[in-house]
């Protein structure tokens, strides 16, 4: 089963940093991620969600590669391509893999105005490893929500504070 993390950060840009290393991170072999989305609460009181992977281009990709195939078997690969892309980026609009978009702007919902949150999937991951290798950014974090046991959540909470304690600064 994977893991729901929703970290409150004070701006979007250092929630985009985030994001940034856990990609990086999973580079590494440190965790694998499912969805990793910004949520953003603008000057205005508007949620904004900032996905880490665009469905419909995707789904126009991979739409148009089987469009080819299934061209070339009906001797009109032209023809294939352009009716897959479209079908692939059709389905790819109206997919939601990963984590919900209404519980992604119920998240949005509850930030202050001008904050963001990250809200990551985790398929798995070695949480000691990867919140020391983003413990700069520990004092501004705030655990908003997880689907983890209550011992597992505990346990992070408590990573966060002790990182947030070796940087000198006071969690939020």
Same mark, same amino acid.
């Given at each position: 089963?994977?893991? +729901?993390?929703? !970290?409150?950060?004070?701006? !979007? ?17 440190? +965790?694998?991620?499912?969805? $990793? ?9 508007? !949620? ?30 032209? +023809?294939?391509?352009?009716?897959? $892309? ?35 999937? !985790? ?14 950014? $520990? ?16 346990? +992070? ?16």
């Amino acid at each position: 089963m994977s893991s +729901l993390v929703v !970290v409150g950060f004070p701006t !979007v840009s250092e929630a985009e940093t985030v994001r940034r290393d856990l990609v990086d991170l999973q580079k590494e072999q440190l +965790l694998s991620l499912e969805d $990793a989305v910004v949520v953003e609460r603008d000057s205005e009181g508007q !949620v904004h969600l900032h996905q880490a992977i665009n469905l419909t281009a995707a789904g126009a990709a991979s739409g148009g590669f089987w469009g080819v195939l299934v061209g070339l078997l009906f001797l009109n690969p032209l +023809l294939g391509a352009a009716v897959g $892309a479209g079908v692939g980026a059709a389905s790819g609009a109206l997919s939601d893999l990963g984590i919900n978009d209404g519980f992604l702007r119920e998240v949005g919902d509850g930030l202050t105005t001008g904050t963001a949150a990250l809200c990551v999937l !985790v398929r798995e991951s070695s949480p000691d490893r990867v919140i020391e290798r983003l413990q700069a950014h $520990a004092p501004n974090a705030r655990l908003l929500r997880t689907n983890l046991s209550h011992a597992d959540e505990a346990r +992070l909470r408590q990573l966060l504070e002790q990182a947030s304690q070796q940087t000198g600064g006071a969690s939020a």
